[in-house]
């Protein structure tokens, strides 16, 4: 069973930066292109970042410019360097992978952009 545990969500004010954290199983980690999800109250989950296993990424419209995607391999994570934030940014963050995604998603992580 794949375990997802996301991390490093928080209160931020606007402008500001915060880096998001997901650690995975490693066998899964390893072969998975992974990617960040969000969804804010009332809307649906929509995708933000993916990052294959070799290292290249491709970004959301909303975000491009203003996050980051990133992986380590030998720590079964993916990172979300997030700068920037505006309130629009506001929502759960997620982790899952791409290629082989799980349905068992993780608890998120919740960032808050407000003054």
């Known amino acids: 069973q794949v375990q997802l545990v996301e991390s490093g969500g928080g209160l931020v004010q606007p402008g500001g930066s915060l880096r998001l954290s997901c650690t995975a199983s490693?066998?899964?980690?390893?072969?998975?292109?992974m990617a960040w999800f969000r969804q804010a109250p009332g809307n649906q989950r929509e995708w933000v970042a993916t990052i294959t296993s070799g290292g290249s990424t491709n970004y959301a419209d909303y975000v491009k410019g203003r996050f980051t995607i990133s992986r380590d391999n030998a720590k079964n994570t993916v990172y979300l360097q997030m700068s920037s934030l505006n309130s629009e940014d506001t929502a759960v963050y997620y982790c899952n992978g791409v290629t082989y995604p799980t349905r068992d998603w993780g608890q998120g992580t919740r960032v808050t952009v407000s003054s």
């Open positions: 490693g066998s899964w980690f390893r072969i998975n292109a």
